[in-house]
Structures are given as structure tokens and as C-alpha cells.
């Protein structure tokens, strides 16, 4: 059974600060989606990983996946209010989307 | 830009009832799928429909649950006699048929069994 564990689960971080949210899977995935989801809200897709090495850049997240140690990382760069919210890692399985635990991030002043 | 719109977005019910949660998926779309989430915790698969039938179902999504797509536009959820523990947010999500295509999700529809 394919698993999803990220870590870590509360991440309470100071603005200005950076920081890295990791994504673990079990068995091998041909994609890794990260998702954001603000309160009681829908998800919001941010990235889409399809190979080994891939690294994607938005504003001040970047998102990279190594399929070999099969971990993605989400690095937060100089870490703004805006960005509290909780980010979702999802690997494809078959033809559905097996999502992490989530990782709530809390950016204070 | 086309999105998946769910409706309700709020639902409450009694225990032991029935509920039918709707959604419209994009609109050339072919596959469709449902995702719950209890509340604080990770989105979970439930369901996926594609060619009108299911193609895959997960643990949770037992005999109380059924889907179907009743017409051209709509894809529901139904579950029969609601328990206290199907409390959570609903969402679903729908996807072209390119390979690649991304599954794009709705807004989401809040169940509250009390």
C-alpha cells in the first residue's frame, strides 16, 4: 500500500525565515502534486513533479523531487503571512491522488 | 476559466439519512472522482468514475455509498443511512483524458451528521 508522510506536521516560522516541508512515498510514483489549502477551503494546486530532479520555482516556494530516495521537498525562502495555510504532498497511484499528512505552516511577525 | 462547482457547500442531516452530494465537473472532462476529508485531518480517495462506471473505490467507500451521473453535466455522491463519522468535507475532482492531465478540484461540500 502506497504511503505518504510528510514532515513536519506544525511548522511555526518567523517572517523573513526559511524552511523546508518533506515529502516521503513509499512506492514509486510517476508524479508528485504539492497542494496548499487555506481554512475550510478547496486545494490549490502550486506544483506538478513528473521526473527525477525536477525542480519548480513560484515566487518564494520551490518544489524539487528526487525519485530515487522518492522525497520531495517544498523550501519556503524568507517566509511571508501570506503563506500560512496547510500544504498537501500527493503522489499518483493507479489513476487517484494518495495525499500526505499535511504540513500546517504558521508564519508570524 | 472552467472550474468544478459542488453544491451544497453546506449539508446538514440527521444520522440514518440519506444524502446526494452534486458536482459539475468541467466540461469536456472524463474522469471524475470524490476525496473526503475529515476535519484537521489529509484528503482521502473515495471513488473514481470514468465511461460510466467505477474504476476504482478505496476502503471507505462501502455499500452505504454510491455514485452516479445522472445526465451530461452532473456527477454525485450518495450516501444512503449517513453515521456520525461521514462528517467531513466532500470534495470532487474531475480530469481530461491527455496523459499528463491534472485532476482539478471543486470547492468542496461541509457534511455534518449530528
Known amino acids: 500500500e502506497l504511503k505518504v508522510e510528510q514532515n513536519p506536521l506544525f511548522l511555526s516560522m518567523q517572517e523573513g525565515k526559511n524552511y523546508t516541508i518533506y515529502c516521503n512515498y513509499s512506492?514509486?510514483?510517476?508524479?508528485l502534486y504539492w497542494y496548499r489549502q487555506d481554512p475550510g477551503k478547496s486545494l490549490e494546486s502550486l506544483f506538478v513533479l513528473l521526473s527525477n530532479g525536477a525542480v519548480k520555482q513560484e515566487g518564494r516556494l520551490m518544489a524539487s523531487l528526487d525519485t530515487k530516495a522518492r522525497l520531495s521537498t517544498l523550501h519556503i525562502t524568507a517566509a511571508v503571512h501570506d503563506l500560512s495555510a496547510t500544504y498537501f504532498c500527493a503522489v499518483t497511484n493507479t489513476d487517484k491522488l494518495i495525499f500526505g499528512t499535511g504540513t500546517r505552516l504558521q508564519v508570524f511577525p | 476559466e472552467p472550474e468544478v462547482t459542488q453544491t451544497p457547500s453546506h449539508q446538514v442531516t440527521q444520522m440514518g439519512q440519506e444524502v446526494i452530494l452534486r458536482c459539475v465537473p468541467i466540461s469536456n472532462h472524463l474522469y471524475f472522482y470524490w476525496y473526503r476529508q475529515i476535519l484537521g485531518q489529509k484528503v482521502e480517495f473515495l471513488v473514481s468514475?470514468?465511461?460510466?462506471?467505477?474504476?476504482?473505490k478505496s476502503e471507505i467507500f462501502d455499500d452505504q455509498f454510491s455514485v452516479e451521473r445522472p445526465d451530461g453535466s452532473n456527477f454525485t455522491l450518495k450516501i444512503r443511512s449517513t453515521k456520525l463519522e461521514d462528517s467531513a468535507m466532500y470534495f470532487c475532482?474531475?480530469?481530461?483524458?491527455?496523459?499528463?492531465?491534472?485532476?482539478?478540484f471543486g470547492p468542496g461540500t461541509r457534511l455534518t451528521v449530528l
Open positions: 475532482a474531475s480530469k481530461g483524458d491527455r496523459v499528463g492531465d491534472e485532476q482539478f
Open positions: 468514475f470514468y465511461n460510466n462506471e467505477i474504476s476504482e
Open positions: 512506492t514509486t510514483s510517476d508524479r
